[in-house]
């Protein structure tokens, strides 16, 4: 095991089972202080968890993630502690905007978390032309706000087309997706929260180029 440099704590989840690994990872990563990084150790890029984080942890620099593979069979994730910001609690009130929280990702949409409460949560989405969010079905109610942009929304057997000011209000165990044309911004309000599996399944259909 290489050395950690200063602020990095490191974890090789490879001795864990794979149903304790996220339960861990999260709790070390609840024990950093702030600005510091975990170097994950994995079998492979975490790409499940680093959705998990970008939708759970609004303390997560999602911008600073990176993940290397530095010998066969043995995969480093990099996930760094914001220095500052929110820390995802219904504590305190919140006030924020598309324009500060704006984070587009060249590779997939970008989720930002700007408040969680008793049994929802707020997600600001980001998606550049061709992004999307895939369709999925999770047990959860969903509230989609189309801030700017145009683009598709997969609702329940339902495709629509999107446009700012567009309300779409999704049931839980309907299926729910979004497909920019254009540069999209979009608020989601889901109560409960997803779940890791819920994430997962994101996770793997955008790691496997599905919308549908």
Do not use: C
Request: hydrophobic fraction near 40%; avoid cysteine.
């Amino acid at each position: 095991m290489f050395a950690p440099q200063e602020g990095e704590q490191i974890i090789d989840v490879r001795v864990l089972s794979p149903p304790a690994r996220h339960a861990r990872i999260l709790e070390i990563f609840s024990e950093m202080p702030p600005g510091q990084a975990l170097l994950v150790v994995n079998d492979h890029e975490p790409v499940h968890l680093v959705q998990f984080m970008k939708h759970e942890r609004s303390d997560f620099d999602s911008g600073s993630y990176k993940a290397y593979e530095r010998s066969p069979g043995e995969w480093v994730g990099v996930f760094k502690k914001r220095a500052t910001g929110p820390n995802g609690s219904a504590s305190a009130v919140v006030v924020t905007s598309f324009e500060k929280e704006r984070a587009f990702d060249d590779h997939a949409f970008s989720p930002v978390p700007v408040y969680t409460g008793d049994g929802y949560r707020v997600i600001l989405a980001y998606l550049k032309a061709g992004q999307y969010i895939p369709v999925h079905s999770p047990k959860t109610d969903l509230v989609l706000l189309v801030h700017s942009g145009e683009g598709e929304v997969v609702a329940g057997e339902r495709r629509l087309d999107v446009k700012p000011g567009d309300v779409v209000i999704v049931p839980r165990g309907e299926k729910r997706g979004v497909k920019a044309r254009t540069a999209m911004e979009v608020l989601h309000l889901v109560s409960p929260p997803p779940t890791d599996a819920d994430h997962e399944e994101v996770a793997r259909k955008l790691q496997t180029g599905v919308f549908a």
